[in-house]
């Protein structure tokens, strides 16, 4: 596809579900990135895969949030026991290549509702 | 440690006038800077980006320099539109923070007829 996509737009839970979340970066991208948006807040650092290692996970909250990245090209962020503080929009990010000088262009994001 | 700081809004224009939105950063070592848009209803997109000091980045009627002596990197418009009326995101990226963004708290910005 042209742009990141990402899977469900809108998930509603309840508390202590198991939830996943899906990211389809943009083709031939190998960094990709999650982060979380609270209301009112800019976006917050989850985690950064490069091709499908996890490069960086220092920004996931607990032990509850894990992400995988099989073959490098789809993500899922999965989440156990949810709790209502988990309640966000979860965004993905993907980059051409790693580095920091690299745009991230940014999915539509998946709004979880934890109740 | 990495830090981004924005002016906080909302931000309330009339059509055709200027537009200052502030941002300041902390950050070890040298920093990209970035300017990202949300338009309601839609997703967060790059305005503009600066990499090294003294860079301007342009896009759209936006620019926004690169101040390493003042740490910042302020936007500006000389004429706002109806359609600017959004939310932007100061961030920054650098050798140093891994390859994660860093983001300011967003301003939302409206702009009247």
């Known amino acids: 596809g042209a742009g990141v996509s990402q899977t469900p737009s809108n998930k509603v839970t309840e508390k202590g579900k198991y939830v996943e979340l899906r990211c389809d970066p943009i083709?031939?991208?190998?960094?990709l990135y999650w982060y979380r948006q609270s209301l009112g807040q800019g976006p917050e650092f989850l985690i950064y895969?490069?091709?499908?290692?996890?490069?960086?996970d220092s920004g996931l909250p607990n032990d509850r949030f894990f992400a995988v990245r099989p073959e490098g090209s789809v993500s899922t962020l999965k989440i156990q026991r949810t709790e209502r503080g988990d309640s966000a929009v979860y965004l993905c990010?993907?980059?051409?290549?790693?580095?920091?000088?690299?745009?991230?262009?940014f999915g539509p994001g998946t709004r979880l509702l934890v109740l | 440690g990495n830090s981004v700081t924005q002016m906080e809004g909302p931000v309330t224009l009339s059509e055709e006038a200027f537009l200052t939105i502030n941002c300041t950063y902390t950050?070890?070592?040298?920093?990209?800077l970035f300017w990202y848009v949300q338009y309601p209803g839609e997703g967060l997109q790059l305005l503009l980006k600066?990499?090294?000091?003294?860079d301007k980045g342009s896009n759209k009627g936006f620019e926004a320099t690169y101040r390493k002596e003042t740490t910042s990197f302020h936007l500006e418009k000389g004429s706002v539109q109806v359609s600017d009326s959004a939310v932007y995101f100061c961030?920054?990226?650098?050798?140093?923070?891994?390859?994660?963004?860093?983001f300011g708290t967003g301003t939302s910005l409206t702009v009247i007829p």
């Open positions: 990010a993907s980059s051409l290549r790693p580095g920091s000088q690299e745009t991230q262009y």
């Open positions: 083709s031939g991208h190998t960094a």
């Open positions: 895969f490069q091709g499908t290692g996890a490069a960086d």
């Open positions: 950050a070890t070592g040298y920093p990209s």
């Open positions: 600066a990499t090294k000091a003294d």
């Open positions: 961030a920054l990226s650098g050798a140093n923070t891994g390859n994660q963004f860093y």
